[in-house]
């Protein structure tokens, strides 16, 4: 081979092995989603992935970013800490933006929003419409969620007891271990329409108070990535995706 073509040759396989590294150098950031939390975020057991609202909404911010992303499951309570070691780099999950949770993560703009919903038994037919009528009850809440401080603080119950899931709660709920549970009223209305737990209802008569919004969070301080994450979120917004997975889920308003 003449030395100009052997230096062809070269040039091409360099600049086709740079092509080839940066396609394959698309950035992967692992993303913290919880298992139960169904519709924002679960496990898909014919897939063994994490599926639901939030999982796409990330995807979709992903993929109008220019970033991969990797969903780790984990427990509500092991997601901060999670994010704040390093271990992931973005939650997406049914999580509310609070001044205390932003004081040690940054959140986007707000996704969806919504408040508390209350579960207890079918025997149970009083009209609840707030907190100061379960006086002396037992209720359950998720641990690491907004409403285990504000329960804490009333001080009015027998017993408030925390759960890693709110598939745990639910289920003693449902079992008549507690008298009533209190998480996410989407969670909750999504497994009472399909039954999951036909001993339990939702408390209908009841009016959240802890109404908040949710959205992606990233370490404190990762501009970058969170300019990233805002800027999709509005182009999502904008042309009608955000809305078409909303729909998808049943939490279109």
Same mark, same amino acid.
């Given at each position: 081979?003449?030395p100009?073509?052997?230096?062809a040759a070269?040039?091409?396989?360099?600049?086709?092995?740079?092509?080839?590294?940066? =396609?394959s150098?698309?950035a992967v950031?692992?993303v913290?989603?919880?298992?139960?939390g169904?519709?924002?975020?679960?496990?898909d057991t014919?897939?063994?992935?994490?599926?639901g609202?939030?999982a796409d909404i990330?995807k979709?911010v992903?993929k109008?970013?220019?970033?991969?992303?990797?969903?780790e499951?984990?427990?509500?309570? =092991?997601?901060?800490?999670?994010?704040?070691s390093?271990?992931i780099?973005?939650?997406? =999950?049914?999580m509310?933006?609070?001044?205390v949770?932003?004081?040690?993560v940054d959140?986007?703009?707000?996704?969806?929003?919504y408040?508390?919903?209350?579960?207890v038994p079918?025997?149970?037919g009083?009209?609840y419409r707030?907190f100061?009528e379960?006086?002396g009850?037992?209720?359950?809440v998720?641990v690491?969620t907004?409403?285990?401080e504000p329960?804490h603080?009333?001080g009015?119950?027998?017993?408030?007891?925390?759960?890693d899931?709110? =598939?745990?709660l639910?289920?003693?709920?449902?079992?008549?271990?507690?008298?009533?549970?209190?998480?996410?009223?989407?969670?909750?209305?999504y497994?009472?329409?399909?039954?999951?737990?036909?001993?339990?209802?939702?408390?209908?008569?009841?009016?959240?108070?802890m109404?908040?919004?949710?959205?992606?969070?990233t370490?404190?301080g990762?501009?970058?990535?969170?300019?990233?994450?805002?800027?999709?979120?509005?182009?999502?917004?904008a042309?009608?995706?955000?809305?078409?997975i909303l729909?998808?889920?049943g939490?279109?308003?």
């Amino acid at each position: 081979m003449k030395p100009a073509s052997r230096l062809a040759a070269l040039l091409l396989a360099a600049l086709t092995m740079a092509c080839g590294g940066q =396609a394959s150098a698309q950035a992967v950031l692992k993303v913290g989603s919880t298992p139960t939390g169904n519709p924002f975020t679960f496990l898909d057991t014919k897939t063994n992935t994490i599926d639901g609202l939030m999982a796409d909404i990330v995807k979709a911010v992903g993929k109008t970013s220019g970033f991969a992303v990797q969903i780790e499951p984990m427990q509500f309570s =092991a997601l901060i800490g999670s994010l704040t070691s390093g271990r992931i780099d973005l939650i997406s =999950a049914a999580m509310f933006i609070t001044p205390v949770r932003q004081q040690v993560v940054d959140f986007s703009q707000p996704i969806y929003s919504y408040g508390e919903g209350i579960v207890v038994p079918v025997k149970d037919g009083t009209a609840y419409r707030s907190f100061s009528e379960f006086k002396g009850k037992r209720m359950g809440v998720q641990v690491g969620t907004a409403f285990v401080e504000p329960l804490h603080k009333l001080g009015i119950f027998s017993e408030v007891k925390l759960y890693d899931t709110t =598939a745990d709660l639910m289920r003693d709920a449902n079992a008549g271990r507690i008298d009533a549970g209190v998480l996410d009223y989407p969670i909750a209305a999504y497994a009472i329409s399909r039954n999951l737990f036909p001993n339990l209802r939702m408390v209908t008569t009841y009016q959240p108070t802890m109404v908040n919004d949710i959205g992606i969070a990233t370490r404190k301080g990762d501009t970058e990535t969170m300019a990233k994450v805002n800027a999709a979120l509005t182009k999502l917004k904008a042309d009608g995706s955000i809305d078409a997975i909303l729909k998808k889920w049943g939490l279109n308003h």
